[in-house]
């Protein structure tokens, strides 16, 4: 009846999303690629250009700047759509009720009158009116402001609103808004980022992009101070200081950092890692110390039942007898939220429904590992919790949580009430007066406690994770206060197997790996010891003795601790700060409700994917899809890979715009004639501000190991570790062959005619203008071409290139490709010759130019050999 409505109504399925800014049109987004300084002073060169009826320089530059902002507006749409496919990635669930079944569907495709169910560490899909509400509190934060979560009750406050966070208990609802008609959606204005983040690295980048502009500025005034000294042809002179000044900025810079950075978010996806904020994939790289939960991230989540425990003592699961041991597997199974279906059973569905393992493929399995390892044990004896439930219904409950690490449910048995509590084997025992043995509960004394505590040590000692169950006879609430103990069942969860080698190249990383689990210290260091996080029992710490200790004492004690067991929600705040403060960059893995906070204040928040709630998800940085503790070292190698290919780009283009500056200023200071004409320089920009440089950003480089040196500091210059001397060399060198091949020509004549070489007699040479034309024709080609070479060595200054696999970057091989292809273009064909005002070159002349072009490779080889000799 309710989908008839909702068709009559209009509505259909996709609906249920809020309205984004529209995308502005490709022509407005032409526009702003205008919309810059350095464009401006292009502008004001091409107006003076067609004053002085240069009408060629002035096409010139009016086809760079048009060049320049379509290359603007192609890469910003990649980013765009790189991004737009990673929000449809992370976009949220909701947990869809038909009938009896309960399924996953995206939010999106919710409708007015849909059932919806709701559990902690959901996100609210859509605004619902509340059916049931079990213990169902709402932090209410995204609407509201107010961060206490607020208790929901059918009746009294029986609405939930879209975006908000389920922190404790169930419910289910009925949808009544969708998209902008809910209550988020009337003041999504609100809501809306319309501004990108930019990454630290962006803004130091912004920053050193002022600090060229006003360099560029006294540049292009000193420039023409020294043509007016000269007394030179001031027109031409103002021209080519305003063209030199553009050439000392990289323009396409801030375009191409955007574009790698969206590009490296497709990257992390195909390495199971969904990026949630984009200054996190460089704060990857910096990452010191990962924190991780154990289950499920370090181990495989596929929990068995090994050992048991009852009133007749430790036994395996399988020995275990239906009538002596009846309320041990009664209460595991109803203290329970999963479900482990008899064959041939219809299904009444959850969030994380899955087929058996191999043996019982016929079996439908819901929720979580723990709890259905418990059912699995029940149901080798022939009990199953949806038929148990039909005799012995659940009436109330308490659901788990973090602080009091309890469940309790409350069931109607035989006319009267019987409540168990499920939970970590301290507080069940804290809570327990009596002790279930022989069919009675006996006053429990100090041998049954220390009985207790030799096997659950036994149990913990074994690395297995151990849960208590107890019960409270003619209950008429969830009682946990002097309860019978039951009995406890010791669990295994096999490590992953590529979790120990992980560990082991974050070691060779210089990246410290921390457990943080709320498993006993005795469980959690035998999976420590096991995976080689830790070697000695004082890298272990409870949460009991944490608390104690001083933030002084935890300081000193930090270094040594590799293993923090029994901990509470409160204290992995405390760690990570601690870390934090020590100056640690800190990521931190979580998947619960209760981890949100710690994922906050991490550097990298790490969330994931299968197993975590949508608050966890939406707190953190990044997601795994797998929740594989091996995925966040392939993250990090990569963050460290993204952050290496940037700085490549950046010092690349800096150390060939340095050449042109030195190869001008040079050459003018000298009294000689300008090496290049305006329109060279602006060419030659158009070449190496795209392609190239993109390419370097992209870069797979197979022959580094990014993951076999230590981190570097999160405020590293990128002139750091001989990055500022890469750059003055190669500006220098690339300045000294385009100036020996601009003087080529002039030098060979003088020599031959036996005449000394003085800036006179060079000036004189010079003097005619199709022999300068020539000259500056040498300059031009080397100038362009060996920065196209430059590129290729700074893909991997310490690898020589025969070493390099040049096949993995198509897109820097196609880049030097086109660029001669372009060079070759503007000196070979006759109507670009007119235009750049170069000549024609014989092929003994492009060879001695290639030679002389080639010198930024034969100084990368001797570099690269130097640096492996040592």
Request: glycine content about 8%; overall charge positive; charged content about 25%.
């Amino acid at each position: 009846m309710a989908e008839k409505k909702v068709k009559q109504a209009g509505y259909r399925r996709g609906m249920n999303v809020l309205e984004e800014e529209r995308r502005l049109s490709v022509f407005v987004r032409f526009l702003e690629q205008l919309n810059s300084p350095l464009i401006y002073i292009l502008m004001a060169a091409a107006a003076i250009s067609a004053l002085l009826k240069e009408y060629g320089d002035m096409a010139i530059i009016l086809v760079v700047i048009t060049l320049n902002s379509f290359v603007g507006v192609i890469q910003e749409g990649k980013a765009a759509r790189a991004l737009e496919a990673l929000k449809k990635l992370s976009s949220p669930k909701a947990l869809l009720k038909e009938g009896e079944r309960v399924r996953e569907v995206p939010a999106s495709s919710l409708i007015p009158g849909d059932i919806v169910c709701l559990e902690a560490g959901r996100q609210v899909p859509a605004d619902l009116l509340l059916k049931t509400a079990v213990n169902l509190k709402i932090e209410e934060a995204a609407l509201t402001g107010e961060s206490v979560p607020v208790e929901k009750s059918v009746g009294k406050d029986s609405r939930a609103y879209m975006s908000t966070n389920v922190t404790y208990g169930r419910g289910e609802g009925i949808v009544t808004a969708i998209g902008m008609e809910t209550e988020i959606g009337k003041i999504a204005g609100m809501l809306q980022n319309t501004k990108t983040e930019k990454t630290p690295l962006q803004k130091r980048l912004a920053d050193l992009g002022k600090v060229l502009s006003i360099l560029s500025i006294i540049l292009c005034v000193l420039l023409f101070l020294i043509a007016v000294w000269q007394r030179r042809d001031i027109p031409e002179m103002l021209i080519t200081a305003i063209s030199l000044a553009v050439a000392a900025v990289p323009e396409g810079l801030p375009a191409i950092v955007t574009m790698v950075l969206a590009l490296s978010v497709s990257r992390m996806v195909k390495v199971n890692t969904i990026v949630k904020r984009l200054p996190s994939v460089e704060t990857l790289g910096c990452v010191s110390v990962v924190c991780s939960d154990k289950t499920g991230t370090l181990t495989q989540n596929r929990m068995t039942v090994a050992r048991c425990y009852t009133g007749r003592g430790s036994c395996g699961p399988r020995e275990l007898k239906c009538d002596l041991d009846r309320h041990f597997l009664q209460g595991f199974t109803l203290c329970n939220d999963a479900e482990v279906l008899r064959p041939g059973t219809s299904p009444a569905g959850s969030l994380k429904g899955r087929r058996a393992e191999k043996g019982q493929e016929t079996t439908e399995r819901l929720g979580d590992p723990t709890e259905l390892a418990l059912l699995d044990m029940a149901a080798a004896h022939g009990l199953y919790r949806r038929e148990l439930e039909r005799s012995m219904p659940r009436r109330d409950e308490r659901p788990f949580d973090s602080d009091r690490k309890l469940m309790t449910t409350l069931h109607a048995d035989r006319g009267n009430r019987i409540s168990y509590t499920k939970g970590s084997p301290d507080e069940v025992l804290a809570r327990c007066r009596f002790v279930w043995r022989e069919g009675r509960a006996v006053l429990m004394g100090r041998q049954d406690r220390e009985e207790i505590g030799r096997v659950l040590k036994e149990f913990t000692g074994a690395a297995l994770r151990v849960l208590a169950i107890a019960m409270y006879r003619d209950a008429q609430a969830p009682m946990e206060q002097d309860l019978i103990f039951v009995g406890m069942a010791g669990m295994y969860d096999p490590v992953r197997p590529e979790a120990a080698e992980a560990v082991a190249q974050f070691r060779r990383a210089g990246v410290k790996t921390v457990m943080i689990t709320g498993d006993r210290a005795d469980t959690a260091f035998a999976i420590a010891k096991e995976l080689c996080i830790a070697d000695r029992a004082e890298e272990c710490i409870s949460g009991e003795e944490l608390s104690t200790l001083s933030e002084e004492a935890l300081r000193k004690r930090l270094p040594w601790l590799r293993v923090f067991a029994h901990v509470a929600p409160e204290h992995k705040v405390r760690i990570v700060s601690a870390y934090k403060k020590a100056g640690e960059i800190v990521a931190m893995t979580g998947d619960g409700v209760n981890d949100a906070p710690s994922l906050k204040v991490a550097d990298v928040g790490v969330a994931m994917g299968m197993a975590g709630t949508d608050v966890a998800k939406n707190a953190a940085d990044l997601v795994l899809t797998d929740d594989n503790f091996a995925t966040i070292t392939k993250a990090i190698a990569l963050g460290r890979g993204i952050y290496e290919n940037i700085k490549k780009s950046v010092l690349f283009l800096l150390s060939s715009n340095f050449g042109e500056i030195i190869t001008m200023l040079a050459a003018i200071s000298l009294g000689l004639p300008s090496p290049l004409k305006p329109s060279h320089i602006l060419w030659i920009n158009l070449i190496t501000d795209s392609l190239p440089a993109l390419a370097l950003g992209v870069d797979v480089n197979g022959n580094k190991n990014y993951m076999k040196r230590p981190p570097r500091s999160k405020n590293e210059s990128l002139f750091a570790k001989g990055g500022l001397s890469c750059t003055l060399l190669y500006g220098f060198l690339i300045a000294f062959i385009s100036t020996a091949a601009f003087l080529q020509l002039p030098l060979g004549n003088l020599m031959r005619a036996g005449l000394p070489i003085t800036v006179e007699n060079l000036g004189m040479l010079m003097g005619d203008g199709a022999f300068l034309g020539r000259c500056q024709t040498y300059a031009f080609t080397v100038l362009g071409i060996s920065q196209l070479f430059h590129a290729i060595g700074m893909r991997d200054v310490e690898t020589s290139l025969l070493r390099m696999n040049h096949r993995n970057n198509k897109m820097m091989l196609l880049a030097v490709v086109l660029g001669i292809f372009l060079q070759l273009l503007v000196t070979e064909v006759p109507y670009f010759i007119g235009v750049f005002g170069t000549c024609s070159l014989a092929f003994t002349e492009w060879l001695l130019l290639l030679v002389l072009s080639a010198m930024p490779l034969l100084a990368h080889e001797i570099l690269a050999f130097l640096k492996n000799l040592h």
